[in-house]
């Protein structure tokens, strides 16, 4: 008998393999059609092999794949995955793999175009017919698509006598022709020490700590050109999608090649093609987000992680990985070079370079060689004079004077919305969502009261508490800031780019492109937009409410805070016009505000990394975070109690459980546990995962091995 070993998406295997027979052998990574429960859904075949079981086993009803989907590579990536991450190992094999070819119950095959070719020529055709038969001879082939409505019932006819086939192909991606317009750089002596120091075909971790407008991705480009020119695969990595089309053209510019695209913007069919693109050595240079990390590459011989230092990396859903750390796996497994670039990077990767983990490259200087002049307001004298203007004088004279000189502006706010908070005139309560233990945001646009956490939204704005309807808008959001900024600058040209007005395809790409091409004078926007973007007549920086995440009681926050002002200031005055970074601020003297205004990474690092020290916090020690979600408190109380005592019975520093904010109508409770050893840790880890029969439970419990940030 020959057994089949699936894994499949369905809460009764509880991440178990399930056995099935078949009357053929099917490999590793096909995928098949099986019945469970008689429900038919779609499994991930994990092997196959000839044998005798003590229980009935079903049939295979059907091999979806003539050959492996997925390779060996990403295969034993996703096994090394789930255990990295305590993930079922279908949930990392859906990660890895695009939309139309995961296992899953949704299975969603890939676009199919129906084709015609010539096959034979009759000498008994028409005239009409010999013209499209003509066509046919010089094309060889067309989509039945393209062919005129007038001619369809000709080809229809043609079919018939056999002169004409029709098939069926996946639709192919369709490369653009682009043309290098852009050479060379003259390096500096820094950018040319950092190329010479990068070792190609051999692995080993660089970070490139350089400061904002140092030139950073022109070494990116010259360390590529080695690797092209040894035909091997570039795959660069950026936090965000607004990121990728200003570093697509640089490479597209340099290479004169159609770059690959991989990120959540793209569709599921882009994806796909995209997919198959780098599997089929079709392109050998890939620019993404995070899940671009899994594309099967078969020849890497660099990986970029620019601003590495980004929280965006992590992906905060099952399973939950950092891009980082997939990253060093699979360039170790290429024996290719992997760079980290940051202006600010993350504690762990600067800790790492200065115990020579980490080959540390510095690029200290501008190109232009000017850093901007930050200015600090204090807005608490604002509140001294009974003020409560959002833009200070300082801020509005510089806007008014770029204005005047045709330059142009960001503001950074890092919230959406109009305004965060409605509150209740009558008992002073804010708006709550129903479902979740946070506050509803007032969106004008859509005139709508919406949970950032679960995304419920209602436009009704009766109290939940009192039942009254008299509302006082508090707080401020990008929406509300745009308004503000329209009608103080009624002269100006003014943008927004938050999460809400780019959720349409391309809407990065066309904000950023309008702004470059200075259709945009003010550009106001989420954190979205204080990274790496290079604007040459950008001249003042404001940085409005500076200090909110410093507000947020996490080990990380201080970190987080100290990157979003550095990063942001880095996008004023890196030409040729001189630059100006305004920091509106209520805690002026925090030593991450302070260090931010000067640039002064080596001092905040310093200083946040004796706290870590004090706290026992990363990079110190090793963090997982273990969250319990179920309606009923008494089943997670019990559970997170037995969870609790494993641990510690271990010897692992366990903080908790504590109780958590409910969610999507989810109770939830935390425990948070230390260890100096990663390789210890996660052993420990999966002891206590099967000791206490997780998988058998009905309560959500998720591992979250090295967090960015604690649950709230």
Not at 408 to 424: A, D, E, G, K, T
Not at 603 to 613: P, S, T
Request: glycine residues 4%; aromatic residues 8%; charged residues 25%.
């Amino acid at each position: 008998m020959i057994l089949v070993e699936v894994y499949t998406q369905n809460p009764i295997a509880h991440n178990q393999k399930l056995t099935y027979e078949s009357d053929v052998e099917i490999p590793t990574g096909c995928r098949v059609l099986i019945e469970l429960r008689n429900r038919q859904i779609v499994g991930f075949v994990d092997r196959c092999y000839e044998g005798e079981v003590d229980f009935e086993t079903k049939k295979v009803l059907e091999v979806i794949d003539d050959e492996p989907i997925i390779t060996k590579e990403l295969f034993d990536l996703a096994q090394w995955l789930s255990y990295q991450t305590l993930s079922p190992m279908i949930r990392c094999l859906q990660a890895i793999l695009p939309n139309p070819l995961r296992p899953s119950k949704s299975f969603k095959a890939p676009v199919i175009v129906r084709m015609i070719r010539l096959i034979d020529v009759d000498e008994t055709l028409t005239p009409r017919q010999t013209e499209v038969v003509e066509v046919l001879k010089k094309q060889g082939e067309m989509p039945y698509s393209d062919v005129h409505q007038k001619d369809k019932a000709i080809v229809r006819a043609l079919i018939k006598k056999g002169v004409i086939e029709q098939y069926e192909i996946e639709r192919d991606y369709e490369e653009e022709i682009v043309s290098a317009t852009s050479e060379h750089k003259k390096l500096t002596a820094d950018q040319q020490k950092a190329v010479e120091t990068v070792t190609l075909n051999n692995y080993q971790s660089y970070l490139l700590f350089g400061a904002t407008g140092s030139g950073k991705t022109e070494v990116y480009l010259q360390i590529a050109q080695k690797v092209i020119d040894q035909k091997k695969q570039v795959l660069i990595l950026v936090p965000e999608i607004s990121l990728t089309p200003q570093m697509i053209e640089r490479f597209e510019s340099r290479f004169g090649q159609d770059i690959g695209i991989y990120h959540s913007g793209l569709n599921n069919q882009e994806k796909y093609e995209q997919y198959k693109r780098v599997k089929e050595n079709k392109v050998n240079i890939i620019v993404g987000t995070r899940s671009c990390v899994f594309l099967p590459f078969s020849n890497l011989g660099l990986i970029v992680l620019d601003e590495e230092h980004d929280p965006s990396f992590k992906q905060e859903t099952l399973p939950y990985y950092h891009a980082r750390e997939v990253a060093h796996y699979r360039a170790k497994l290429h024996n290719c070079p992997i760079i980290l670039g940051s202006a600010s990077p993350s504690l762990e990767s600067y800790a790492k370079a200065i115990k020579n983990v980490y080959t540390l490259i510095t690029l200290p200087q501008r190109i232009n060689e000017s850093f901007p002049e930050v200015k600090v307001i204090d807005m608490r004298a604002q509140l001294r004079q009974l003020k409560n203007e959002v833009i200070s004088q300082e801020l509005d004279n510089a806007i008014r004077d770029a204005l005047d000189h045709k330059q142009q502006i960001i503001l950074l706010l890092n919230r959406r919305s109009y305004s965060p908070i409605v509150q209740c005139q009558n008992c002073q309560k804010a708006l709550e969502c129903p479902h979740c233990d946070t506050t509803l945001a007032y969106h004008k646009e859509s005139n709508a009261y919406i949970c950032h956490t679960c995304g419920y939204s209602q436009r009704d704005n009766t109290c939940n508490h009192c039942g009254g309807k008299a509302v006082m808008m508090k707080g401020l959001g990008t929406q509300r800031l745009e308004e503000v900024i329209k009608h103080k600058y009624p002269s100006a040209t003014v943008a927004r780019m938050d999460a809400d007005t780019t959720k349409r395809k391309n809407a990065h790409f066309k904000l950023l492109n309008k702004f470059q091409n200075r259709e945009i004078d003010i550009l106001v926007g989420t954190q979205m937009i204080a990274k790496g973007l290079d604007m040459p007549y950008v001249t003042i920086v404001g940085i409005l409410q500076a200090d909110a995440s410093l507000m947020h009681d996490d080990f990380s926050s201080t970190e987080k805070a100290f990157s979003l002002i550095l990063q942001a200031s880095g996008r004023a005055g890196r030409h040729d016009l001189k630059g100006s970074v305004y920091v509106q601020s209520y805690l002026p003297d925090h030593y991450a505000i302070q260090y931010a205004l000067r640039q002064n990474y080596i001092g905040f690092f310093q200083e946040e990394m004796n706290y870590r020290h004090q706290g026992n916090y990363p990079p110190y020690i090793y963090l997982c975070e273990i969250v319990l979600s179920h309606t009923n408190l008494e089943k997670i109380n019990e559970l997170a109690q037995r969870l609790a005592y494993a641990a510690r019975n271990k010897g692992l520093n366990t903080l908790g459980p504590a109780p958590l904010r409910k969610l999507s109508t989810m109770k939830r409770a935390r425990i948070v546990i230390k260890h100096k050893n990663h390789a210890e840790l996660l052993e420990m880890l999966h002891q206590i995962h099967e000791e206490c029969e997780i998988s058998t439970s009905n309560i959500q419990v998720i591992f979250n091995v090295n967090p960015q940030q604690l649950s709230i």
